[in-house]
């Protein structure tokens, strides 16, 4: 069924951010960038909240799914009953 598969890969893709997210929350891993012949930067907390972001967004997406799987399933219920 196409709707489980969806649902399984959206919450596939959360635990693969938040495998991600660890490692920068922990100081373990830093980002940084630097512009043509510039000076690097620390981007590690731009790079935490977009993540975190993304989690929230993945994780409204499924519960958006799963609340209408739920009342489809009720509204069928009702009227097979």
Same mark, same amino acid.
């Given at each position: 069924m196409a709707y489980n598969d969806l649902v399984r890969n959206l919450k596939r893709d959360i635990a693969d951010r938040r495998t991600e997210l660890r490692p920068l929350e922990a100081g373990q891993v830093q980002i940084a960038q630097r512009p043509l012949?510039?000076?690097w930067? #620390?981007?590690?907390? $731009?790079?935490?909240?977009?993540?975190?972001?993304?989690?929230?967004?993945?994780?409204?997406v499924v519960a958006q799914?799963? #609340?209408?799987?739920? $009342?489809?399933?009720?509204e069928t219920k009702e009227r097979t009953s």
């Open positions: 012949r510039g000076v930067a #620390d981007t590690t907390q $731009s790079q935490i909240r977009r993540l975190k972001a993304m989690i929230a967004t993945l994780e409204s799914f799963e #609340d209408e799987k739920s $009342s489809d399933a009720e």
